[in-house]
C-alpha cells in the first residue's frame, strides 16, 4: 500500500513523498539463514521474553534482553539472532547492570559540597567528566556536570 501511494504522489506531484529512505536487511538466523516458518528458525519476541516451552535451551531472557539486542544491532545490513547471540547480549546487559548497580552502591555517602573543582581535576578525569556531560547533553538530561559537582 505504502509503494502504491509513493507512486501516485510521483505522479501527482512529480517528487517522492519523502527525502530520505531507510532500508534495512533481512532477519537472519544464527548460521545466517533466512528467517522462515516452513525452516522453524523464527525467534519469536514473546519466546524471548518469557521462554519456550523447553526452558533449558529457550530461557526467559526478559524485555531487557530484547531491547539491548534491537538497540546493539546494525539495521543497515542484515540481523542476526539466535540462541547464541541472545546468551551474549544478556551477559552483557548482566555486567551492564551489576556495573551500574556497584557504582550507585558507593554513591551512598556522596557529599556534593566535597566534590573536586574541574580545576583540581587531573586531565584524565576531565577529559572523562567533558565526555559526560557531553552525552548527557545529547541525551537531553536535565543533569550537567557542574550541577552535580558545583558546591
Known sequence: MVGLLSI????????????VLLTHGFLLDENGRKMSKSLGNIVEPHTVVL???DKTKQPAYGVDVLRLWVAATDYTSDISIGSTILGKVAEAQRKIRNTLRFALTNLGDFDPSAALSFEALSPVCFLLSFFLSVCLFHLGSPFTISSLTST
Open 8 to 19: 501516485v504522489a510521483v505522479a501527482v506531484r512529480g517528487i517522492a513523498p519523502f527525502q
Open 51 to 53: 521462554g519456550g516451552k
